[in-house]
């Protein structure tokens, strides 16, 4: 019980903290992106804040891991956050890097109870648009034959990807665009799916309220309709007694 309130502080006191280095996260990815070339001095200091960034998570999951009393479960049930860490590791891409931390304060976020699923949405569909752009706008820029040259078209492309509605004005043309397009569509369908299913909860619970407030007057109502049907029967008695007595 003292190890899980141990873990329970730790993710408490760590929910901000770790939220705004995500968002210094953001800001570091962005910066060589939009400015573009930028000073190389300026290059490097994004790419160790970056990496600064991605150690705190790393050190939250493993303090997370300590603090668990059953640490196979937790690592069983805690997988994506374990690849979110792994996956930087494998190749030095900024891009891994980026999901990586996609990832892990996704999965930060829907801890915190405080944080509603409206917020989270709204949150999550603004972050893939943010870093969807500037990722396929890293990679395609320098495409021969790419048409996503500026950060205006990366927008446009990632809000008509992530909708499903693909114009093909502007496409991907390499290996690593076209997958993050995979992954903007995929994320999309699920977030509209969470919308949609978000929506039609409360309008059942919406319903289901209606309906018992209905069931409950309705009770009431054949509740008093018995108890007037009781005292009809009780005055009928007591005038039948009282004729029995006169006669």
């Known amino acids: 019980m003292n190890d899980e309130s141990a873990q329970a502080r730790w993710?408490?006191?760590t929910q901000r903290p770790l939220?705004?280095?995500?968002?210094?996260?953001?800001?570091?990815?962005?910066?060589?992106?939009?400015?573009?070339?930028?000073?190389?001095?300026l290059?490097?200091?994004?790419?160790?804040?970056?990496?600064?960034?991605?150690?705190?998570?790393?050190?939250?999951?493993?303090?997370?891991?300590?603090?668990?009393?059953?640490?196979?479960?937790?690592?069983?049930?805690?997988?994506?956050?374990?690849?979110?860490?792994?996956?930087?590791?494998?190749?030095?891409?900024?891009?891994?890097?980026?999901?990586?931390?996609?990832?892990l304060v996704g999965r930060r976020a829907r801890m915190a109870s405080q944080i509603?699923?409206?917020?989270?949405?709204?949150?999550?569909?603004?972050?893939?648009?943010?870093?969807?752009?500037?990722?396929?706008?890293?990679?395609?820029?320098d495409s021969p034959h790419g048409?996503?040259?500026?950060?205006?078209?990366?927008?446009?492309?990632?809000?008509t990807t992530m909708t499903t509605v693909g114009y093909g004005d502007h496409a991907p043309t390499t290996g690593l665009g076209r997958m993050i397009a995979v992954g903007l569509m995929l994320s999309g369908i699920a977030l509209l799916g969470v919308v949609t299913a978000n929506i039609a909860a409360w309008f059942i619970a919406r319903?289901?309220?209606?309906?018992a407030e209905e069931r409950?007057?309705?009770?009431a109502i054949a509740s008093l309709a018995e108890e007037v049907r009781l005292l009809r029967a009780e005055v009928a008695r007591l005038a039948d007694e009282r004729e029995s007595q006169r006669s």
């Open 116 to 141: 509603r699923l409206t917020t989270y949405v709204a949150g999550a569909v603004v972050g893939l648009l943010m870093f969807g752009s500037l990722a396929v706008l890293s990679v395609e820029r």
């Open 19 to 41: 939220l705004a280095l995500a968002v210094v996260f953001a800001v570091a990815y962005a910066v060589p992106i939009v400015d573009n070339p930028a000073y190389p001095l």
């Open 147 to 159: 048409n996503i040259r500026t950060l205006g078209d990366a927008v446009w492309w990632s809000f």
């Open 11 to 13: 993710e408490g006191h």
């Open 216 to 219: 409950r007057q309705t009770e």
């Open 207 to 211: 319903f289901e309220k209606d309906d």
């Open 43 to 103: 290059t490097v200091a994004c790419t160790v804040t970056e990496w600064v960034v991605w150690a705190a998570f790393a050190v939250d999951y493993l303090m997370r891991l300590a603090l668990s009393p059953r640490r196979r479960e937790f690592v069983r049930t805690h997988w994506m956050d374990l690849c979110a860490v792994v996956l930087p590791l494998l190749q030095p891409l900024r891009l891994l890097r980026m999901v990586s931390t996609l990832l």
